[in-house]
Nanobody, 116 residues
Framework: QVQLVESGGGLVQPGGSLRLSCVAS????????MGWYRQAPGKQRELVAT???????NYADPVKGRFTISRDNAKNTVYLQMNRLKPEDTAVYYC??????????WGQGTQVTVSS
């Protein structure tokens, strides 16, 4: 079992910033990749950003230049710094941790609401 604990969600005004954190623990020796997806009401779950253990990253087009993913491998923790937030960023954000290329675990999700 891999457990993922997220924090940092909340309500923020347009143009503001939030930093999400996710810590992985449990029956793991290492994490191949960690990252974030989000799901807005009435929409499909979509990639936000991921980072492999070697440092390679992948960002969804809508967040490029505004969001930054980072990772502390020693702590099995991934972060998502979200700047210049827009109302369309409103969604439940889900952390994922991948022990291997073929196994993925999910966090419980944290609500991010961007509204004035």
């Amino acid at each position: 079992q891999v457990q993922l604990v997220e924090s940092g969600g909340g309500l923020v005004q347009p143009g503001g910033s939030l930093r999400l954190s996710c810590v992985a623990s449990g029956s793991i020796s290492s994490i191949y990749a960690m990252g974030w997806y989000r799901q807005a009401p009435g929409k499909q779950r979509e990639l936000v950003a991921t980072m492999a253990s070697g440092g390679s990253t992948n960002y969804a087009d809508p967040v490029k230049g505004r969001f930054t993913i980072s990772r502390d491998n020693a702590k099995n923790t991934v972060y998502l710094q979200m700047n210049r937030l827009k109302p369309e960023d409103t969604a439940v954000y889900y952390c994922h941790g991948d022990p291997t290329r073929t196994v993925r675990y999910w966090g419980q999700g944290t609500q991010v609401t961007v509204s004035s």
